[in-house]
């Protein structure tokens, strides 16, 4: 399949060309040029199909020819080792379970599939390939995770010295192998202002192909729509009118939803979830799109001013803001209001949430009361352990690490310091020697 940039002022790419790169050379995100409706008797026969199976019919008319259909058979059992579950909170709300990979985050999806979808399009490649990714928490861990071991591919992230949670902290630096993590002395900005300039710097990207592994990558944003398909084959029986509540960040998560229902998965509407960094929510009030400085929030995973997938969620829709607010609501909230999602979840259905979840509940509450006909399932997307500082505000009894934190827990973070782009560029240089 083939991608075009939706700046439309840079040459079609195939996948492979899109993974690699990332975004186009005009920075425009890349969009598939087209999508086909999977067949009436793929949902017939869903409830048989197992969630492998699932994912290969879903994803394959993206990636195939350029991965063939048995290496992507392979990718796909690798990238899904562990469960999608569907929780009930009440008759007309679920959780859908997306923190049982590796790192407790639903990013490890995406990060997994694209680690070995690179991993597979390096072989017998002369250039070395380096993933540059800076994080403000969550993002570091998933991709680290997700390429730990992977032949040919170096991961370098960096992180804001002192402002990630120390779950994270160690999710990041303690892999080692071809994961070098930078504890720079600044903030997240600092670290994608020098991470952004190492792209654009020619007497790094002669010698090292660098390339990024956030949701504008097309290989991490596709297989977000797995979930989708999974909590379908688990609900369809029992409900008719779908609503997925999406905490939402960069949009890429729910945009992947929008690419499921593209494909024919019966949705009957998405709500975005936010916090008050609320710029889609604006938006659908008053049709203006005003990005706004970043905010910070309890649910920091989703503080973000200026969704970079959004444009794709408006190229799904022809840029028509009618069709758009027809299959899309947007609810935004406090922190305040958050922790106290957070309690009535604990308190009245016994389920602790972490932060991005109880908005993503909150949201789905607020749809309903002018939709109780509906069943809204909102995506869990964070383990409640990862944001614990948060949790153990609302929750009164101590939550046990499980067993993937706790193991990272009882081992040495190793880092390098940096303050310098100079660094940065010394560290990158050397690192493929
Ligand atoms: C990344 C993240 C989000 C936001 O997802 P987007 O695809 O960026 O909208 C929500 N919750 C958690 C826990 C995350 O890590």
């Known amino acids: ?27 425009g995100l890349y969009f598939p040029t087209s999508i086909e409706k999977l067949p009436a008797s793929f949902f017939d ?17 993206f990636v195939t020819p350029e991965v063939p259909e048995v290496e992507l058979k392979k990718i796909i059992e690798e990238t899904l080792c562990f469960d999608f579950p569907v929780v009930n909170i009440n008759d007309k709300i679920s959780s859908l379970e997306l923190f049982h990979g590796p790192t407790m ?22 250039k ?23 032949e040919g591919i170096k991961v370098v992230i960096l992180y804001p010295s002192g402002k990630v949670s120390q779950v994270q902290e160690k999710q990041l630096t303690t892999l080692g192998q071809n994961i070098t993590a930078l504890e720079v002395d ?21 010698h090292i192909q660098v390339t990024s592994a956030n ?16 909590a379908y084959q688990q609900l369809h029986k029992q409900y008719n009118k779908l609503v997925f509540s999406v905490p939402s960040g960069n949009f890429g998560n729910i945009c992947a939803g929008f690419m499921a229902q593209q494909l024919g998965l019966p949705i009957h509407h998405f709500i975005a979830a936010n916090n008050k960094n609320q710029v889609v929510t604006e938006y659908l009030k ?39 607010k027809s299959h899309l609501s947007s609810y935004s909230f406090t922190d305040e209001e958050t922790l106290e999602g957070m309690e009535t979840l604990y308190n009245s259905y016994n389920y602790t949430a972490d932060p991005h979840g109880a908005i993503g509940f909150l949201a789905a509450e607020a749809y309903q009361q002018s939709h109780p006909e509906t069943h809204c399932v909102f995506l869990e997307t ?25 193991k990272v827990m009882n081992q040495k973070k190793k880092s390098i310091s940096i303050s310098t782009y100079e660094e940065l560029k010394q560290i990158l240089l050397s690192n493929h020697k």
């Open 1 to 27: 399949m083939d991608f075009y940039s939706l700046n439309h002022k840079a040459p079609s790419a195939s996948f492979k060309e899109a993974v690699i790169k990332g975004l186009a050379p005009d920075k």
């Open 45 to 61: 026969s869903i409830s048989k199909l197992s969630h492998n199976e699932i994912a290969f019919e879903v994803i394959k008319q």
């Open 105 to 126: 985050a639903f990013k490890d999806v995406g990060a997994r599939f694209m680690s070995r979808c690179l991993g597979y399009f390096n072989q017998n490649q002369q």
């Open 128 to 150: 070395g390939t380096t993933v540059l990714v800076a994080t403000s928490g969550d993002t570091g861990g998933a991709v680290a995770n997700g390429f730990l071991g992977v």
């Open 186 to 206: 600044g903030v997240f900005d600092d670290c994608q202002d020098m991470v952004k300039q190492a792209f654009l710097d020619k007497s790094i990207t002669d």
């Open 215 to 230: 949701s504008i990558n097309v290989a991490r944003w596709l297989p977000q729509m797995f979930y989708f398909f999974f």
């Open 286 to 324: 008053s049709q203006d799109y005003t990005p706004k400085p970043t905010v910070q929030t309890l649910s920091n995973a989703m503080d973000v001013g200026n969704p970079s997938n959004f444009v794709r969620i408006q190229e799904i829709f022809k840029n028509e803001f009618q069709a758009l």
């Open 382 to 406: 964070a383990h409640p352990t990862k944001f614990l500082d948060v949790v153990e505000q609302v929750i009164p009894e101590k939550i046990d690490l499980p067993p993937q934190i706790q």
